[in-house]
């Protein structure tokens, strides 16, 4: 009975959130209410989930400090001057400007919120393709590879949804992980190098000559007063939460007051900044609290338990003892789909607690996602809305940019899948 009703819950979760007929976080919470008093579960339907809730807190306190720190130093112009040196330096060639392009979306996207990455990243550097005349999909496709990529930041959507989804720490889920994030950003600006090799030879090919494609940016534009300050502080930041000085939700509310304080000295400046960036992070703290409501009531009304009991007499015991490697390898085609909610709130669960089952491990398979899930952040899917944004902005159909932009994505999460196999964060 148990398998039946956590099936249907998860199944209900994943038609809720997919045909859009409610919002997520009214599918995460109503759904495992329902199916807890479809079970008789009532008088334990509070504790469940007030566990559940309980296990996400710290992850979801990390997101809304996060969001805001990052927010207030591109305010303060933290991350301005490498910008425009990099659109200043970049000159007339398609390798260099390609490299440019990946540069810049990694910096842009260290606030972990795609649409703000493609906001800064596309209008900036469109005009210099056109004016070279490069295609606009390779600007897409680069931005969207090096933001995913970027996305594996504790701070970013696909880490903090696994770790919400399997009530797990960030550092024990991300910290791992370190050496496949590196291998994939080595690949982002590979693949970017090759990308504007490409362009280079077309636009050759064509024997048109582009446009003046002179500086974009502000030559004369100066540090702004407080960026000595900001830098140190958020190097100092960093190195404190790869550390693990303190639990990292209280490093950033740490380093969030201290911007604030120092960048937005009286309050009425201090308030308008957490107005402005607490509504970034408000939706995914919300959906991260009502998502410990769902995998507290299904975690511990024995629902996934007994799904993956099931599963384990129908599947080969060895098939999910390998399971993170094949999630890894699985995930980033299942993003189209799947939205980035459905897929760790409402599958993710089952598989980690499945392969656990199966005495292998469940945050392996957490992992795992995380590397393969990378286009939550890198938008290919059009289950993911920042896919419009980006397009959008840079006047690129869909179909034209998920053509350009699959085969790297599938690429560079294999090559991060093969790193977190050789470097122990998942095991066959």
């Known amino acids: 009975m148990l398998t039946v009703l956590g099936s249907l819950a998860i199944l209900t979760l994943l038609a809720l959130i997919l045909l859009r007929v409610t919002s997520v976080v009214v599918a995460l919470t109503l759904v495992p209410v329902a199916f807890a008093l479809a079970a008789g579960l009532w008088r334990e339907i509070g504790a469940f989930a007030l566990a559940g809730v309980q296990s996400v807190a710290p992850v979801a306190a990390l997101l809304a400090f996060a969001v805001v720190y990052f927010g ?5 112009g933290l991350f301005a001057p490498g910008i425009r040196a990099l659109i200043r330096n970049v000159g007339r060639d398609p390798v260099r400007i390609a490299l440019g392009t990946a540069a810049i979306a990694s910096i842009a996207h260290l606030d972990g919120a795609g649409a703000s990455t493609f906001m800064i990243t596309i ?7 056109q004016r070279v005349g490069m295609d606009p999909r390779a600007l897409t496709c680069i931005t969207g590879l090096a933001a995913g990529t970027m996305n594996m930041l504790p701070w970013g959507g696909p880490t903090t949804r696994a770790a919400a989804a399997l009530h797990v720490g960030m550092n024990a889920l991300f910290v791992p992980v370190l050496p496949a994030l590196a291998a994939g950003m080595l690949c982002v600006f590979a693949f970017a190098a090759w990308i504007g090799r490409q362009e280079a030879r077309r636009i050759a090919a064509t024997g048109a000559p582009p446009e003046d494609a002179n500086e974009t940016g502000d030559e004369a534009a100066s540090l702004p007063a407080r960026w000595p300050f900001n830098a140190t502080l958020t190097v100092v930041t960093l190195f ?7 639990p990292p939700a209280i490093i950033f ?3 969030s007051a201290i911007a604030l304080l120092v960048n937005a000295p009286n309050a009425q400046e201090q308030r308008e900044r957490l107005t402005a960036h607490g509504s970034n992070a408000m939706l995914m703290v919300t959906t991260l609290l009502a998502a410990g409501v769902f995998t507290g009531i299904l975690t511990r009304s024995g629902m996934l338990a007994s799904i993956s009991n099931d599963l384990l007499s129908v599947l080969p ?5 390998h399971l993170p490697v094949f999630v890894g390898l699985a995930s980033m085609p299942l993003s189209l789909a799947f939205d980035p909610d459905s897929f760790y709130f409402g599958l993710l669960p089952v598989l980690a607690s499945a392969a656990q089952a199966a005495g292998g491990s469940g945050i392996e398979v957490g992992r795992a996602a995380v590397l393969g899930q990378m286009t939550t952040g890198f938008p290919v899917s059009p289950l993911t809305p920042a896919t419009f944004l980006l397009v959008g902005l840079a006047g690129v159909d869909l179909a034209d940019h998920q053509r350009k932009s699959i085969p790297y994505a599938f690429a560079t999460t294999a090559v991060m899948t093969a ?3 050789a470097s122990g964060a998942i095991r066959w």
Request: glycine content about 6%; aromatic content about 6%; overall charge negative.
């Open 72 to 76: 207030v130093m591109n305010d303060a």
């Open 123 to 129: 209008p900036a550097l469109l005009p210099l393709y």
């Open 240 to 246: 404190a939460l790869f550390a693990e000085v303190l």
């Open 253 to 255: 509310v740490i380093a």
């Open 317 to 321: 015991g060895g098939a999910l003892r």
């Open 419 to 421: 790193v977190a196999l």
